[in-house]
T-cell receptor, first 116, second 114 residues
Framework: GAGVSQSPSNKVTEKGKDVELRCDPI?????LYWYRQSLGQGLEFLIY????????KSGLPSDRFSAERTGGSVSTLTIQRTQQEDSAVYLC??????????????FGPGTRLLVL | AQSVSQHNHHVILSEAASLELGCNYS??????LFWYVQYPGQHLQLLLK??????LVKGIKGFEAEFIKSKFSFNLRKPSVQWSDTAEYFC????????????FGQGTTLQVKP
């Protein structure tokens, strides 16, 4: 596709349930990032994948959060036992991964998660 | 730890007014600096970026920003704003030591009155 896509666009869940959020990066982009946008915390980095390297998980807020990237393309962010403070917009971005951090990251439309 | 500070949280201007949004970062090494914009109902998109060379960079829609290394600043400017510039603006930084992950400021909401 032409841009980064994410699904679902909106997700409402009950506290304690698990959720999976999906990201399809731009074709050919080797770098993929997850961020979270919330009212109290602004935009926060969560996790970063670059090719076949071990992911940088330094931004994950707790062990309830995990992510994987299969085949170097699609990524899934999983939140287990959701809490109300997990309510936020989860953004995915991808980039060429070729410029050592100077390349442009292209963002998807986000998944708006509401935990009741 | 790296951080980015945006001084103005909410700015209201009339059309044709000049705009300057402040951004300061804390990191002593080599950095790449970005301004992203989020228009109402749209996703984040790049406005401009600096990674080397001329410290005055020009972006889309008439925006520019100046990297002043001695002040750790990367302020965004536009000489004459339009109603369509109403949006949220985010300053961000990456560095060679942080794997390219963006560290964002808190954002500035710009409202332009027609």
């Amino acid at each position: 596709g032409a841009g980064v896509s994410q699904s679902p666009s909106n997700k409402v869940t009950e506290k304690g349930k698990d959720v999976e959020l999906r990201c399809d990066p731009i074709s050919g982009h080797t770098a993929l990032y997850w961020y979270r946008q919330s009212l109290g915390q602004g935009l926060e980095f969560l996790i970063y994948f670059q090719g076949n390297s071990a992911p940088d998980k330094s931004g994950l807020p707790s062990d309830r959060f995990s992510a994987e990237r299969t085949g170097g393309s699609v990524s899934t962010l999983t939140i287990q036992r959701t809490q109300q403070e997990d309510s936020a917009v989860y953004l995915c971005a991808s980039s060429s991964g070729l410029a050592g951090g100077a390349e442009t990251q292209y963002f998807g439309p986000g998944t708006r998660l509401l935990v009741l | 730890a790296q951080s980015v500070s945006q001084h103005n949280h909410h700015v209201i201007l009339s059309e044709a007014a000049s705009l300057e949004l402040g951004c300061n970062y804390s990191y002593g090494g080599t950095v790449n600096l970005f301004w992203y914009v989020q228009y109402p109902g749209q996703h984040l998109q790049l406005l401009l970026k600096y990674f080397s060379g001329d410290p005055l960079v020009k972006g889309i829609k008439g925006f520019e920003a100046e990297f002043i290394k001695s002040k750790f600043s990367f302020n965004l400017r536009k000489p004459s704003v339009q109603w369509s510039d109403t949006a949220e603006y985010f300053c961000a930084v990456t560095s060679s030591s942080n794997t390219g992950k963006l560290i964002f400021g808190q954002g500035t909401t710009l409202q332009v009155k027609p």
